[in-house]
């Protein structure tokens, strides 16, 4: 059987720099552990955009279309501020979500023990910290039609996008969710809302048709999203997976990573439909962004890259024990003491280099054999 593919995509600021150290990951995997991938690389986001004037060229597109998994660094920086929102490096990002299909976007939350310290929030309240966020990826607000600035009757102009959702939009992404808590903390809670849109209100009955009819042995509970928000920083162990729409999720996200102290550990897995070989579409990114004021500075924490190729052997190669072995791998390394620059406490101490954090995880991982 041929080797299983992956298309990286580095994109932009310091994606390049993260994705190097997964490099160096992927080749340990292929000569100590026997996993061998045929590895590519491409444009995406504004380097796609110098090169072809897109920030995604159809070839790209049918490259990611192709492959078993792409695993993408990160898009965006101020060069490009300027483009015209149809050729902004988000959107590429955003096209590779939407003709991928990948509906189901995975944002773990976990509290590494050795970083406790660094969330603004007291030890015990993060401390073992384990949640999934499951955000509907493909629909929502994001995607909605009609969309458009347009000019109103009054001679000034109105911004208009759509909040749309379909039942089997809801659906598809909840069963993800049970899926997900049944191996896990067997509980799910859902967030709209349901107090001020209609959207929210077929959110809500949809979840909880999937969980009466399919996964009644799943604990489910409904909370409107500011909550949510509230509840995320209140008291963050009462969830298990929470599973909500595209801008809700996408703000929950953030709050949930920067609980476990530093957006540079956050990766993500972004799941469609099972493709013919069983595997699903899939797109591997880290939560956090192109970080353009560190970018080729040799600063950047490459753990969440390098998470989100774990979560790649996890939920795209079967390879559970081998994402376990990097995922302690990462742990180890924190509990020794080595950290990049974003990892510093008050205290201070020499940060690690990308490279030298990402060196230290390959010594850890040949340690574990
Ligand atoms: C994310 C990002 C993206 C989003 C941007 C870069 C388009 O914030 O993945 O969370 O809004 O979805
Ligand atoms: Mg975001």
Same mark, same amino acid.
């Given at each position: 059987?041929?080797?299983?593919?992956?298309?990286?995509?580095?994109?932009?600021?310091?994606?390049?720099?993260v994705m190097a150290e997964v490099r160096k990951i992927i080749a340990w995997f292929g000569d100590k552990r026997g996993l061998k991938f045929n590895v590519s690389e491409d444009l995406v986001g504004g380097a796609a955009y110098d090169a072809h004037g897109a920030p995604l060229s159809d070839e790209t597109m049918a490259k990611a279309q192709a492959v078993d998994a792409v695993l993408l660094g990160a898009v965006g920086g101020p060069k490009y501020d300027k483009l015209d929102?149809?050729?902004?490096?988000?959107?590429?990002?955003?096209?590779?979500?939407?003709?991928?299909?990948?509906?189901?976007?995975?944002?773990?939350?976990?509290?590494?023990?050795?970083?406790?310290?660094?969330?603004?929030?007291?030890?015990?309240?993060?401390?073992?910290?384990?949640?999934?966020?499951?955000?509907?990826?493909t629909s929502g607000v994001y995607f909605g039609e009609p969309r458009g600035i347009f000019p109103d009757n009054e001679g000034g102009r109105v911004g208009i996008n759509t909040q749309r959702y379909t039942t089997e939009e809801i659906r598809r992404v909840a069963r993800s969710a049970f899926e997900l808590a049944k191996r896990r903390g067997n509980k799910v809670c859902s967030m709209e809302k349901a107090n001020v849109m209609e959207s929210g209100i077929l959110w809500r009955e949809e979840v909880q048709w999937v969980h009466d009819n399919e996964y009644p042995e799943v604990e489910l509970s409904h909370m409107y999203a500011d909550a949510g928000a509230m509840q995320l920083v209140r008291w963050p162990k009462q969830f298990d997976v929470i599973v909500t729409d595209n801008l809700f999720g996408d703000l929950l996200s953030d709050c949930a990573a920067m609980l476990t102290g530093s957006l540079g550990m956050?990766?993500?897995?972004?799941?469609?439909?099972?493709?013919?070989?069983?595997?699903?579409?899939?797109?591997?990114?880290?939560?956090?962004?192109?970080?353009?004021?560190?970018?080729?500075?040799?600063?950047?924490?490459?753990?969440?890259?390098?998470?989100?190729?774990?979560?790649?052997?996890?939920?795209?190669?079967?390879? %559970?024990?081998?994402? =376990?072995?990097?995922?302690? @791998?990462?742990? !180890?390394? /924190?509990?020794?003491?080595?950290?990049?620059?974003?990892?510093?406490?008050?205290?201070?101490?020499?940060?690690?280099?990308? %490279?030298?954090?990402? =060196?230290?995880?390959?010594? @850890?991982?040949? !340690?574990? /054999?």
């Open positions: 059987m041929a080797n299983p593919s992956i298309l990286i995509l580095p994109g932009d600021g310091i994606g390049p720099e929102f149809s050729v902004k490096p988000e959107r590429g990002l955003l096209r590779l979500r939407k003709e991928m299909d990948l509906f189901s976007n995975l944002r773990p939350a976990q509290c590494f023990d050795a970083l406790a310290d660094f969330s603004s929030l007291k030890k015990d309240i993060v401390a073992g910290l384990d949640i999934m966020i499951v955000r509907e990826l956050l990766p993500s897995a972004s799941l469609g439909a099972p493709m013919a070989n069983g595997r699903p579409k899939a797109l591997y990114e880290p939560v956090h962004g192109s970080a353009p004021d560190i970018a080729g500075q040799g600063k950047a924490n490459p753990i969440a890259c390098i998470l989100s190729f774990a979560m790649a052997l996890r939920y795209s190669f079967d390879q %559970g024990a081998e994402a =376990d072995r990097l995922e302690k @791998a990462v742990e !180890a390394v /924190l509990a020794d003491g080595v950290r990049t620059a974003d990892l510093m406490g008050p205290e201070g101490g020499t940060p690690v280099s990308t %490279g030298e954090m990402g =060196d230290a995880i390959v010594a @850890a991982l040949c !340690a574990s /054999l």
